[in-house]
């Protein structure tokens, strides 16, 4: 059995959980606090099914937060087991519960990173393939451009495996400048399009359709 089929296995497994929950919930009722875990249950399985199968679910700001309420109630459950006077059933409960969510929160934590593959839509996709295509060409790639209400220069380079972007953009008055590293060149092109008035055709006009030689 290799990883990712055992990974699927254990998806699978949290699913049946849940359905289990639902079942007891349907059957004989239930707190509104259990209701409310399970319907966090049901997300956190959500998102484990989308990691493992490269699949972006929801958006992907909402998993490290949700990774971060798990962490919170694993510490919760295990300040209680060892300081609250529990019954053994319940001190079983508790522990349990904290031991089978540490798992969900690491998955979710990385799943919850937006600078992967499975993020990007299919323009930001291609956009990132052309970047990286110019950059195999060229040591930096730099394009200013003015707009109506604002005016930016972007300096793309790669270091390594990553795809750093430098940003000076001025709008209102006001000059900012910034830079950012990615891993995906997919996420390079979401951010150059979505924080600056520069697209990735406009890369590609200057150094492509434009015939700029190699730095």
Known sequence: MNLKR???????????????????????????????????????????????????FMNPRMWRP???????????????????????????????????SVLPMIFLYRYGDRDQPLWASPEEREGGKVLGELLEGQQELLVEKQAEDSQATVRVRKAGDAYLASVEREREGEVEAFEERFRCPATLAFFIEKFTCISVGDFARKYRDGGASPA
């Open 66 to 100: 949700l990774a971060g309420l798990l962490a919170l109630g694993i510490v919760v459950q295990l300040v209680a087991v060892f300081t609250a006077h529990l019954s053994g059933a319940a001190m079983t409960w508790t522990l349990t519960t904290a031991i089978f």
């Open 6 to 56: 055992a990974y699927l296995l254990l998806c699978g497994f949290y699913t049946l959980l849940i359905l289990i929950g639902a079942i007891a919930l349907l059957m004989g009722g239930g707190s509104l606090t259990a209701m409310i875990q399970l319907g966090v249950g049901a997300v956190v399985v959500i998102g484990l099914w989308g990691y493992f199968l490269d699949r972006g």
